[in-house]
């Protein structure tokens, strides 16, 4: 053979090797396949970490969790659940045998149990009313769960343990259920909240033997709900090292939604009267006790009414009554934490720059050590009983929740799950780079930047720009499903994602920005980082786009209206007009305080910052969308910005989603929700934009 034909040959081979080596863009196809890791549960033996994967199933638009184990020394993970489609929250017996667990697999959900390797799998609880949220007692003996029950079955006068009536609740539910009649009367605020109405049941803390056996109590009877809601709050009740109470948050104040007031309560878990531990006028949570149960470690803020007032970690000598917040002298929010199994030290994490590090500090304070830090969010931290082993979830904006073993002697992380290689060898993803720019009044302002696949800095690409909600958020290194980065960029756009002013990460000051000035200084951020942006050899500046979501929303309504910087737009469950915002939003502490009052009390306030006053200066075709039972943001926000875009004729669209609340979740709409768009954002960023029809459209 020629020498010239076997290079030739050789060389065919190679590009066929490359062409097969190649990695996909991670579309949103690509991001259904990830198996969601969640909620690690270290064996008190310290030998196997429990823990959840959900998949999706997008032909019956749901998401299938099923329980696992995996050894902390390295081994394959094994599933131990496949009845039902919700198997969640797995939590260990103390002697390390069992795995109670919630399982939706017979009579709604219910409490279950099985041995360490999945066998034996028994039903603990039967009520009627569901049962969630599980806790086991260091002894053994009881279980804690929550279920919403009916308040009216139990004597008005009842104190913490009261016999729950197992059959007046299922009378009351077979008469709501049965009955014709959904008229709702209500004669105090907090009428609603996130996505659900309230009913006439509240969600209790129940107590039953762990086996099954003996009678039901409730430890929380009446007409409050325990715990508050939160969305991402740490464990909001945990039982005393000896087993004797239950430490819990509450809300006790009259005016809920007035209200960031929470506290932390004892009870004792025999029965008996509830007692309140801190009294603080702003928010407490997140109760951990020391392993020796001589300490009490929360989260607090000191500012009441302001749900984003810095996170600082509280440590409550319980023998003592003394309080102690020992990270003062840090100016970040503390995220979550745990104690070190002597008790002398409390490892936890902070929100720093877009990153989660963790940090350790003594006790009863002191010096602050960095234990581990790098572009990554670090989470779930827990220890073996030696404390020389710890197992955590890590994550960042290019690689979703995987678990991680890490030894004293060695700070280098070795990864206990495996679970998603396939999908990570399959498609590229792009690794988050950071960028800083000057705004006004000297304000450094951070961004995260993602590249599209097979990035060529000779090409000009597309900008959009992702505006977070908030606004007291932030992005960062982080995985995420809703506002995915990996999938925009895998459409060919520069994908920019900056945290103005409001973010968290950047001290408090930085946070408190945003306060009463919404439109102002947060928008001169973002103005400061298209700008920037613009000037970089690889960035398209007359091919600019934004969208955000919530505050990002906002954002996005408030740019209609003074800038026509960007060929299209993007606002989803986004603040439109302040005052009917006001009148029909749950959490009234969030405008009142961002805001200085109520808008009779601070009109102008109001007023100026409301994207509805500045409609005559709206320009840029818009995408509207949003959820039909999002109570935080209603939907006639949506319809309000909808309708003004078309009477200005303006390119618009509406796109409504009815079951879902204030985020896309299921499966079908998430997908319906990322092409329309990304088509609506192709449509004004391609080479030769199509010319668009003007006024009213038909759906």
């Known amino acids: 053979m020629p020498k010239y034909l076997l290079r030739a040959l050789l060389f065919a081979v190679v590009l066929v090797q490359g062409a097969a080596l190649a990695k996909s863009p991670f579309t949103f196809d690509a991001m259904m396949q990830i198996t969601r890791i969640d909620e690690p549960q270290l064996s008190p033996d310290g ?245 020796d149960g001589r300490y009490l470690a929360y989260r607090t803020q000191v500012r009441a009414g302001y749900e984003s007032d810095q996170w600082r970690l509280a440590v409550l000598d319980l023998t003592s009554g003394k309080m102690n917040t020992i990270t003062d002298s840090l100016d970040r929010w503390v995220e979550s934490y745990t104690w070190s199994p002597d008790g002398k030290r409390i490892f936890f994490t902070i929100d720093d720059h877009g990153t989660n590090p963790l940090l350790m500090m003594p006790a009863e304070g002191g010096p602050i050590r960095t234990i581990a830090q790098g572009p990554t969010s670090i989470s779930n931290v827990q220890f073996v009983p030696d404390g020389k082993t710890m197992i955590y979830a890590d994550q960042s904006g290019s690689h979703p929740v995987e678990l991680y073993r890490a030894m004293s002697t060695d700070h280098q992380g070795v990864a206990l799950t495996h679970l998603n290689d396939n999908v990570l060898n399959t498609f590229q993803l792009t690794s988050l780079e950071t960028v800083s720019v000057d705004s006004s009044e000297g304000a450094k302002i951070e961004s995260f930047v993602v590249k599209p696949p097979d990035f060529n800095p000779a090409n000009k690409y597309p900008v959009l720009f992702l505006i977070h909600g908030g606004p007291e958020g932030d992005w960062g290194e982080s995985w995420t499903y809703r506002w995915n980065s990996q999938v925009f960029a895998a459409a060919g756009y520069l994908v920019v994602m900056p945290n103005p002013r409001g973010s968290i990460g950047y001290g408090q000051a930085f946070t408190d920005a945003v306060n009463g000035d919404w439109g102002g200084k947060p928008y001169d951020d973002i103005l400061a980082t298209v700008e920037y942006v613009s000037t970089m050899p690889y960035a398209d500046k007359d091919r600019m786009v934004a969208a955000g979501g919530s505050y990002g929303g906002y954002m996005v309504d408030w740019i209609l209206g003074h800038t026509d910087r960007f060929r299209a737009l993007v606002a989803h469950a986004g603040v439109y007009d302040l005052r009917s915002e006001f009148g029909t939003t749950e959490e009234l502490w969030f405008p009142k305080w961002e805001f200085g009052g109520f808008p009779w009390e601070n009109p102008e306030q ?32 949506a319809q309000q910005l909808f309708t003004a875009l078309q009477e200005m004729e303006i390119p618009s669209k509406l796109v409504q989603f009815p079951d879902e609340g204030h985020w896309i979740l299921k499966p079908q709409n998430s997908q319906v929700w990322y092409s329309t768009v990304i088509e609506w954002l192709n449509r004004y960023t391609s080479p030769v934009a199509s010319p668009q029809p003007t006024g009213p459209t038909s759906h």
């Open 47 to 291: 030998k196997m970490v429990a823990f959840t994967a959900a998949t999706v199933d997008m032909p019956n638009n749901t998401k299938l969790t099923q329980v696992y184990v995996v050894p902390v020394n390295g081994g394959a993970p094994q599933k131990l659940t496949a009845e039902g489609g919700s198997n969640t929250r797995p939590r260990w017996s103390p002697d390390s045998k069992r795995i109670f667990f919630v399982s939706d697999r017979k009579n709604g959900k219910q409490i279950w149990s099985m041995n360490a390797d999945g066998t034996d799998q028994k039903q603990v609880t039967t009520v009627a009313t569901e049962a969630d949220g599980e806790l086991v007692s260091p002894d053994g003996k009881l279980i804690v769960f929550t279920s919403s029950v009916y308040p009216s079955c139990a004597p008005a006068d009842s104190k913490p343990g009261v016999a729950f009536d197992a059959s007046c609740n299922q009378a009351k539910l077979n008469e709501e259920t049965a009955s014709k009649m959904h008229a709702r009367e209500y004669t105090a605020l907090l009428y609603r909240h996130w996505t659900t109405y309230e009913g006439k049941r509240r969600q209790h803390f129940l107590v039953q033997p762990a086996d099954g056996s003996g009678n039901i109590r409730d430890l929380t009877p009446g007409e409050l709900d325990v715990p508050p809601f939160s969305l991402e709050a740490p464990e909001a009740y945990v039982f005393s090292p000896d087993s004797s109470q239950l430490a819990y948050v509450a809300n006790t104040d009259s005016n809920l939604a007035n209200s960031t007031n929470s506290d932390i309560f004892t009870v004792p878990v025999q029965g008996g009267d509830a007692k309140r531990i801190t009294t603080n006028p702003g928010a407490d949570e997140g109760p951990l006790y020391s392993p």
């Open 606 to 637: 109001y007023d100026k910052w409301s994207p509805s006053n500045y409609v005559k200066n709206f320009k840029t075709p818009t995408l509207v969308t949003h959820g039909e039972l999002d109570y935080r943001v209603p939907i006639g926000q």
